[in-house]
T-cell receptor
Framework: KAGVTQTPRYLIKTRGQQVTLSCSPISGHRSVSWYQQTPGQGLQFLFEYFSETQRNKGNFPGRFSGRQFSNSRSEMNVSTLELGDSALYLC????????????FGPGTRLLVL | AQKITQTQPGMFVQEKEAVTLDCTYDTSDQSYGLFWYKQPSSGEMIFLIYQGSYDEQNATEGRYSLNFQKARKSANLVISASQLGDSAMYFCAMRGGNTGGFKTIFGAGTRLFVKA
């Protein structure tokens, strides 16, 4: 079974631009979560989608948004990029939610100049 | 509030020896899962092992075992017979129920260095 895939793997943007990251979960997985990882803040939860509905959201500004499609694929969008948005963005999927093991994709490295 | 604490920023271990990475957690959920992930320099988070809060036996997966002490709220990872390829960042994580919003929270991580 194929793992979680994320595209693109690397991205360079400038301040003020917007970016869309994509995540395809493992087949049969309905829960998709997004995380931001930076050296200073560690791994921080962005949001979770389950059955096309956002179920939970972390403490991030409204510039960060996401959605999930009927095939469970998910996208996250960051508008009006800031230098501090430079990070590794990780997507993880699981079959269900409670206690379920999340499997991670390779991540998208975003650099904002 | 839910919290994961990893108190060892860095650890060294000799190749072929065993090493224990510490993890303590805090939650008010009765049902939760505890996980360990490995993150090599490539950045990908690799799932290693899972322990459910109601599991009475410690989880094992090959060279990895989880020393689960529920009363002490600890979930230490033991790696036996360390290999050079084990050098990486290791994260302890927890995913709970309603109280935690079903999201996974992570500790700060422990960087493991395996010496030849």
């Amino acid at each position: 079974k194929a793992g979680v895939t994320q595209t693109p793997r690397y991205l360079i943007k400038t301040r003020g631009q917007q970016v869309t990251l994509s995540c395809s979960p493992i087949s049969g997985h309905r829960s998709v979560s997004w995380y931001q990882q930076t050296p200073g803040q560690g791994l921080q939860f962005l949001f979770e989608y389950f059955s096309e509905t956002q179920r939970n959201k972390g403490n991030f500004p409204g510039r960060f948004s996401g959605r999930q499609f009927s095939n469970s694929r998910s996208e996250m969008n960051v508008s009006t990029l800031e230098l501090g948005d430079s990070a590794l963005y990780l997507c993880a999927s699981s079959v269900r939610r409670l206690q379920e093991t999340q499997y991670f994709g390779p991540g998208t490295r975003l650099l904002v100049l | 509030a839910q919290k994961i604490t990893q108190t060892q920023p860095g650890m060294f271990v000799q190749e072929k020896e065993a090493v224990t990475l510490d993890c303590t957690y805090d939650t008010s959920d009765q049902s939760y899962g505890l996980f360990w992930y490995k993150q090599p320099s490539s950045g990908e988070m690799i799932f290693l092992i899972y322990q459910g809060s109601y599991d009475e036996q410690n989880a094992t997966e090959g060279r990895y075992s989880l020393n689960f002490q529920k009363a002490r709220k600890s979930a230490n990872l033991v790696i036996s017979a360390s290999q050079l390829g084990d050098s990486a960042m290791y994260f302890c994580a927890m995913r709970g129920g309603n109280t935690g919003g079903f999201k996974t929270i992570f500790g700060a991580g422990t960087r493991l260095f395996v010496k030849a």
